[in-house]
């Protein structure tokens, strides 16, 4: 069954690879094309509530005008609620909807039924998921050097570390390609001096939907070295048993696997404050209070809802914090 397939956010890829299909993050495609805010326009144009979280309008707007994505994996649990309702619209539409759900408390045992039915929905064996992991890892094992040149050495910006572990998330629907693009990239970051870093940050929360955080932060003298959700989507944890390696992912379950990562990120990293990005009409948003007294640094939580540049209030309130923290 070859053909492209569009995901709502990170599922086990190693499957629709290894069926011969390809997997495309709809969020990707939304946030990097040139005109993301069509696809938002698109989405209220068809009777999408305004109060709504602009990612799922973008999602829509993309699934409703991309030909080429007949087949739409939805998560359907351990992402968002509006989830549901979009894949209703999808299949409404014509398209193919497969579900796939991760268990609230990341049970292993419920999550490889999980895996298995979504394996068996593609017509694969569990030998040639486990091959592809093995190709996969391969890429991966090179992103966490790129990560290790963020924040150990500060010859990669915290803008190409988010753009890279981001696009893992499917690959950019081409491996050999995403890896051949990666070891060039990696080739000149090696040879480059460090840069001047200046105040050490941490990203955590979904990616922004502004179209110009890191390059603003970056005006300001500050270095973000860790990208909490980009990196979790990139699957650096490296295990090596599929069903492990999506319960040792945090962006699903409960927060309290989040914090852990985030707290031991802060210290190995050494550092000096957590911008917390949270989207508006996101159920995440409550997530901000524990996140914020739990977490034993500076916090600051940013709010976003449409793609576009930072807003003058954003910025002031950047420049406002990383001062204060330097």
């Given at each position: 069954?070859?053909g492209?397939?569009?995901?709502?956010?990170?599922?086990?890829?190693?499957?629709?690879?290894?069926?011969?299909?390809?997997?495309?993050?709809?969020?990707?495609?939304?946030?990097?094309?040139?005109?993301?805010?069509?696809?938002?326009?698109?989405?209220?144009?068809?009777?999408?509530?305004?109060?709504?979280?602009?990612?799922?309008?973008?999602?829509?707007?993309?699934?409703?005008?991309?030909?080429?994505?007949?087949?739409?994996?939805?998560?359907?649990?351990?992402?968002?609620?509006?989830?549901?309702?979009?894949?209703?619209?999808?299949?409404?539409?014509?398209?193919?909807v497969?579900?796939?759900?991760?268990p609230?408390?990341?049970?292993?045992g419920?999550?490889?039924?999980?895996?298995?039915e979504?394996?068996?929905?593609?017509?694969?064996?569990?030998?040639?998921?486990a091959?592809?992991?093995?190709r996969?890892?391969?890429?991966?094992?090179?992103?966490?050097?790129?990560?290790?040149?963020?924040?150990?050495?500060?010859?990669?910006?915290?803008?190409?570390?988010?753009?890279?572990?981001?696009?893992?998330?499917?690959?950019?629907?081409?491996?050999?390609?995403?890896?051949?693009?990666?070891?060039?990239?990696?080739?000149?970051?090696?040879?480059?001096?460090?840069?001047?870093?200046?105040?050490?940050?941490?990203?955590?929360?979904?990616?922004?939907?502004?179209?110009?955080?890191?390059?603003?932060?970056?005006?300001?003298?500050a270095?973000?070295?860790?990208?909490?959700?980009?990196?979790?989507?990139?699957?650096?944890?490296?295990?090596?048993?599929?069903?492990?390696?999506?319960?040792?992912?945090?962006?699903?379950?409960?927060?309290?696997?989040?914090?852990?990562?985030?707290a031991?990120?802060?210290?190995?990293?050494?550092?000096?404050?957590?911008?917390?990005?949270?989207?508006?009409?996101?159920?995440?948003?409550?997530?901000?209070?524990?996140?914020?007294?739990?977490?034993?640094?500076?916090?600051?939580?940013?709010?976003?809802?449409t793609?576009?540049?930072?807003?003058?209030?954003?910025?002031?309130?950047?420049e406002?914090?990383?001062?204060?923290?330097?």
């Amino acid at each position: 069954m070859p053909g492209n397939v569009g995901i709502t956010t990170t599922v086990p890829i190693e499957v629709i690879y290894a069926g011969g299909m390809t997997p495309v993050d709809l969020n990707n495609r939304f946030i990097t094309s040139s005109d993301p805010t069509s696809y938002v326009q698109r989405a209220e144009a068809d009777g999408l509530p305004r109060n709504l979280c602009g990612w799922i309008k973008g999602l829509y707007g993309v699934g409703m005008t991309s030909e080429d994505l007949p087949t739409i994996v939805g998560v359907t649990q351990g992402d968002c609620s509006n989830a549901h309702a979009l894949m209703e619209l999808f299949e409404r539409a014509g398209k193919k909807v497969i579900p796939f759900s991760y268990p609230y408390d990341a049970d292993r045992g419920l999550l490889r039924l999980q895996i298995e039915e979504f394996t068996a929905e593609f017509g694969v064996e569990a030998a040639a998921v486990a091959r592809t992991k093995e190709r996969l890892d391969r890429i991966r094992r090179k992103l966490v050097r790129l990560d290790e040149l963020t924040w150990k050495e500060s010859r990669v910006s915290g803008g190409d570390n988010h753009r890279w572990l981001v696009s893992a998330s499917d690959m950019n629907g081409d491996p050999d390609r995403f890896e051949s693009e990666l070891d060039a990239f990696l080739d000149k970051a090696e040879q480059a001096a460090g840069r001047s870093e200046g105040v050490r940050l941490g990203y955590a929360g979904v990616p922004p939907i502004f179209t110009d955080f890191y390059e603003f932060v970056e005006t300001l003298g500050a270095h973000v070295v860790f990208n909490e959700m980009q990196r979790q989507f990139a699957m650096l944890h490296l295990e090596a048993d599929i069903v492990e390696q999506y319960r040792k992912y945090t962006y699903p379950y409960r927060v309290w696997g989040r914090l852990e990562d985030i707290a031991h990120a802060v210290e190995e990293r050494a550092i000096a404050g957590v911008i917390h990005y949270v989207q508006n009409f996101c159920y995440r948003q409550m997530e901000d209070v524990i996140v914020r007294e739990e977490l034993d640094c500076p916090v600051l939580t940013l709010e976003g809802d449409t793609p576009g540049p930072l807003d003058a209030r954003t910025q002031l309130r950047l420049e406002s914090f990383i001062e204060m923290l330097r």
